[in-house]
Nanobody
Framework: QVQLVESGGGLVQPGGSLRLSCAASGATLDYWAIGWFRQAPGKEREGISCLSSGNSSIYYAASVEGRFTISVDHAKNTVYLQMNSLKPEDAGVYYC??????????????????WGQGTQVTVSS
């Protein structure tokens, strides 16, 4: 059974940084596509960043490109999302997810098979 556990969320001031982590167990991330998604109150869960295995393709939502970076530490079987220059509109529950396939086609919720429980990010002064 694949389990994903996110951590690293919290309260940060606008302009600050956070690094989210997602530790995977039950399967190796080497061969699967991974993604980070965000759900703000009253909104749909949206894809923030997705990464195919071997870094063969990568996606960032326009709203975060240049500020967020997705990465994988294969030795630790952990996915990261480095978030810089945070804005109030970046707030929400962040979820990591894996797709049981090496590549993603679209960075959308329907493409992904396993999900973490989410970690809350609040950006406020």
């Amino acid at each position: 059974q694949v389990q994903l556990v996110e951590s690293g969320g919290g309260l940060v001031q606008p302009g600050g940084s956070l690094r989210l982590s997602c530790a995977a167990s039950g399967a190796t991330l080497d061969y699967w596509a991974i993604g980070w998604f965000r759900q703000a109150p009253g909104k749909e869960r949206e894809g923030i960043s997705c990464l195919s295995s071997g870094n063969s393709s990568i996606y960032y939502a326009a709203s975060v490109e240049g500020r967020f970076t997705i990465s994988v530490d294969h030795a630790k079987n952990t996915v990261y999302l480095q978030m810089n220059s945070l804005k109030p509109e970046d707030a929400g529950v962040y979820y990591c997810a894996v797709r049981v396939a090496p590549r993603f086609r679209k960075c959308v919720r329907e493409e992904y098979d396993y999900w973490g429980q989410g970690t809350q990010v609040t950006v406020s002064s």
